[in-house]
């Protein structure tokens, strides 16, 4: 069937098998047997490098990994390993090796001693996890009798016990490295969530555990349609990975942005009416992967079923007439209820939610067999509708609703939430598509319920309605199928939601309001000078009272929680928290005591005599009174003692530096200096030649005595960090505070990204500033070529908020030219600057 692809040893070639891959993909031929064909064309290519009698000699050759099970994708290293007798006669692997090399192979390989392979499998699960695929490939007969006869029985027999866990925990790291989703916007087809590694974990459990030989054995185990769903899932990993290598033109197993195209169209799938080929490619993604991780999880329990044997009591308890519990399990009675009633579905989750126990395989499977059930009428039933408000309004809001997610059961009873379904969306830093983003954010809400000594816990533990926090978080997304302000779509979107759950003006008030309002208070504490009274003041106004306060601080702390696994960093809690407790102080009427600052300063001074005290209240206020109104909303009494202990050492030395680290591994600088052009452009430039990752810059010029304090957070602190750092940054800068040093930056190469630069200026809605807002792809000196153009053009950054997050640089700048906001020339200037450097 392959025959016409083939090529002779002397002239395959990495090339000429890439193209002839490439072919078998275009002509629609399986996964399994491309990746297997091209495993046997190396074979050919390994066998014509042995030397002539080499089958008489003490070597054997051995494939292993995926060579070793015939799934070799176009750029996968070739595995081989050398078993052989004595270690001091390796002439012959030495002569296979080279002459491999020159073949251009991607060239793996391990010489061992029969001994060897025992020793070395008995101490890594890796090395017996390769093992369970070896090949034999070519060599002695001898040795690959005393492989079968001594190793083979420690790979499948010895330890197995041992050796199941040991791959279970493997499993677990596997999973938490590269994500906990099937749903993940770039996965990495062979190692994430539903890819080809469960697969993978599947057939190496069951060979220990089960003694089944291949993947067709699964068929013994696996019901005739799990395991048709499972072949035709891996079938299409392999044909998906193919492609990748293929457009990748290397081992690459991130399906990224940048590739789905390509990879699509190597598949041959083409647009449909509504969604692009890279769109259709994803859900096909998503729709195999997803059943290649719930049907490999069945099959690893089946395998585990052979350690652990718990003892099975076949009784049934009934719960009323429809449901029953049996093996710990809700079972249903009578599957005409459930024709009757489709509501009782609804009923069967809210049972889920207070019992804790998971449903039968029957019953799961005639819920997804029967969603045609629920329909209109049942949307709109009262009975259904308040089984779904109870199970928000309970303790397993995340796990019932996953469940309902993957039964299909949500999309049909929301059919408006259905539209979200695997749906991508390339938006900056969000890694998940839309509907397990807004699943995610359900569980990092609930999640807070363990963590009540934390503010955050607090809040939620406080709020009483938390089923309007639910529904707000279902639904704050809605509105992002139909594209751009997803916020205002959404926001239009739930109204017929909420007639249908009839609910109370009050709660749909909140609803609506959370939903529109949802990226409100991440905007302002991410973008915004929180600590300028008259942010606090607007955002007040927006908020209205505190209730609705407290609900949209969680709403935002859940959003921005499920958005990646990195995104929600202390940093960013810190300033969200901050937003929060100043708000709340506005609302209440409380405002900053300037004798609160000062009297915590003299309290240091008690030894002194009165006329020394009045002299030091005189020093402090006198710094207090110079720097801008916002300066004292900035800090705490004892930041602002220890910057005038700066102050003072600055009117001594000319510059003066302090540094310290936080416990959340970031690192405070403050800088005291003669303020001057160029003067924070230079400080930028001497971190970013250090490597630093810059979080935020914060500048108080003073008012008529002509120095500056800039604060400055780094955030890779413990990564870069060795004795001796601490001095040298205080000497590096301090020479460049004082005019003795320009910083020279190594200029690296901007990363690729699917998003264009974006510029955007706010000359309007503060008087004070103008507002410049940055987003690009990430590159060492970024920071320093932006602030070096400010500062060229005569501007003084008052704040910074500046973001790096999966290789994308997101940036705010407030900005002033000397007191004032900067002319439109200026800002033209400005703008034309940082598009050069952007693009």
């Known amino acids: ?35 297997r064909w091209h495993a046997e064309q190396i074979d050919a290519v390994v066998r014509a490098a042995l030397p002539v009698g080499f089958d008489g000699h003490n070597t054997a050759v051995f494939a292993i990994g995926g060579y070793g099970r015939c799934e070799l994708a176009p750029f996968s290293d070739v595995d081989l390993m050398f078993v052989i007798n004595d270690r001091g006669d390796t002439r012959y692997v030495e002569a296979i090796y080279y002459k491999l090399l020159d073949s251009a192979l991607h060239l793996s390989h391990s010489v061992r001693t029969i001994d060897e392979c025992i020793d070395e499998l008995k101490k890594d699960v890796i090395t017996r996890t390769s093992l369970l695929d070896a090949r034999f490939l070519a060599g002695s007969r001898t040795i690959l009798k005393q492989y079968r006869e001594k190793v083979q029985p420690e790979v499948f027999i010895r330890g197995h016990r041992d050796f199941f866990v040991a791959r279970l925990k493997e499993n677990h790291k596997r999973i938490t490295k590269f994500g906990k989703s099937v749903y993940m916007l770039q996965p990495n087809i062979k190692e994430s969530d539903g890819g080809l590694r469960d697969v993978h974990e599947a057939m190496w459990l069951s060979k220990i555990a089960l003694h089944l030989n291949c993947f067709e ?79 490999t999880a069945r099959v690893r329990n ?51 939610g207070s019992s804790g126990k998971d449903f039968t395989g029957f019953l799961r499977d005639f819920i997804r067999r029967h969603l045609f059930l629920i329909n209109k009428k049942t949307r709109s039933s009262p009975r259904a509708v308040s089984a779904f408000m109870d199970i928000l309004k309970g303790n397993r809001v995340f796990t019932v609703l996953r ?34 983003h807004t699943l995610f954010t359900i569980r990092a809400l609930e999640a807070l319920a363990k963590d009540p000594d934390t503010l955050l ?30 916020s205002a779509q959404g926001y239009k979107l739930i109204k017929p939601i909420m007639e249908r759950f009839n609910l109370g003006k009050d709660e749909r008030d909140d609803v609506q309001y959370l939903v529109r309002h949802h990226l409100l208070m991440s905007r ?7 600590e300028d009274p008259d942010v606090i003041a607007s955002f007040s106004d927006s908020i209205k009272n505190e209730r609705l306060l407290n609900a949209i601080f969680l709403i935002t702390y859940a959003d921005m929680s499920a958005v990646n696994p990195d995104f929600f960093t202390d940093w960013k809690k810190s300033l969200l928290a901050s937003l929060y407790e100043r708000t709340l102080r506005f609302m209440r009427g409380i405002k900053e005591d300037t004798d609160r600052y000062i009297n915590a300063y003299l309290d240091e001074k008690k030894d002194l005599t009165s006329p020394q005290l009045a002299a030091e209240k005189m020093a402090i206020t006198g710094f207090i009174g110079c720097l801008p109104e916002r300066y004292l ?71 008529d005595t002509g120095f500056i304090i800039d604060r400055i957070e780094l955030s890779n602190v413990s990564a870069l960090w060795w004795d001796g750092l601490e001095q040298l940054l205080k000497e590096e800068i301090t020479a460049v505070a004082m005019g003795k040093k320009t910083p020279a930056i190594r200029q690296y190469p901007t990363k690729k990204s699917i998003f264009r630069p974006m510029l955007e200026v706010d000359n309007e809605s503060k008087v004070q500033y103008t507002i410049f807002e940055i987003m690009a792809a990430d590159r060492v000196g970024l920071l320093y070529d932006i602030t070096r153009i400010f500062a060229n053009n005569s501007l003084n950054i008052l704040l910074a908020r500046v973001t790096t997050e999966s290789d994308l640089a997101h940036d705010v700048f407030y900005v002033l030219n000397g007191h004032q906001k900067p002319q439109f020339d200026t800002i033209m200037a400005v703008m034309a600057g940082l598009w050069q450097t952007l693009n």
Do not use: W
């Open 302 to 352: 089946i395998a585990g079923s052979a350690y652990v044997r718990v003892p099975r009591k076949f009784t049934v308890a009934k719960i009323n007439e429809t449901f029953s519990l049996s093996q710990n399990r809700i079972m249903i009675n009578s599957t005409l209820a459930l024709e009757k009633e489709p509501c009782l579905i609804l009923d069967a989750y809210r049972m889920r």
């Open 1 to 35: 069937m392959l025959k016409y692809y083939y090529y002779t040893v002397e002239t395959a070639s990495e090339i000429r098998l890439t193209d002839a891959m490439a072919g078998l993909l275009a002509d629609g031929f399986t996964g399994r047997s491309i990746v």
């Open 457 to 486: 816990g607090m809040t939620y533990h406080n709020y009483r309605q938390k089923h309007i926090l639910y529904l707000s978080l279902l639904f704050h997304d809605l509105g992002k199928y139909r594209g751009a302000m997803h």
């Open 217 to 295: 054995d699964m068929s013994k185990i696996l019901p005739p349609e799990d395991y048709k769903k499972l072949f035709k899932s891996y079938d299409f990993l392999l044909r998906l990975r193919t492609a990748l290598h293929i457009v990748s033109g290397a081992a690459n197993d991130v399906l990224s942005f940048e590739l789905q195209s390509a990879a699509a169209r190597a598949l041959g799938i083409a647009a449909s009416k509504y969604f692009r080929p890279s769109e259709r490619l994803m859900r096909f993604y998503y729709l195999r992967a997803k059943a290649v991780r719930e049907i």
């Open 633 to 703: 909303a900035s800090g705490t009494p004892q930041m602002v003692v220890k910057e005038f202990a700066l102050f003072l050492d600055f009117k001594q030395s000319g510059c003066a530096i302090s540094l310290e680290k936080h416990r959340d591994d970031t690192l405070g600088i403050t800088i005291v200096a003669a303020d001057r052009p160029g003067l924070l452009s230079g400080i930028v430039g001497v971190l970013s030649s250090r490597m630093f990752n810059i979080v935020s810059l914060r500048t108080f010029n003073s008012l």
């Open 524 to 530: 302002t504490a991410f973008n915004s000078d929180i």
């Open 403 to 436: 469940a309902m997610h993957d039964d299909g059961v949500l999309d049909r009873f929301i059919p408006e939430f259905g539209h979200l379904r695997s749906l991508v969306v390339y938006e900056y830093y969000h890694v998940y598509t839309v509907d397990e």
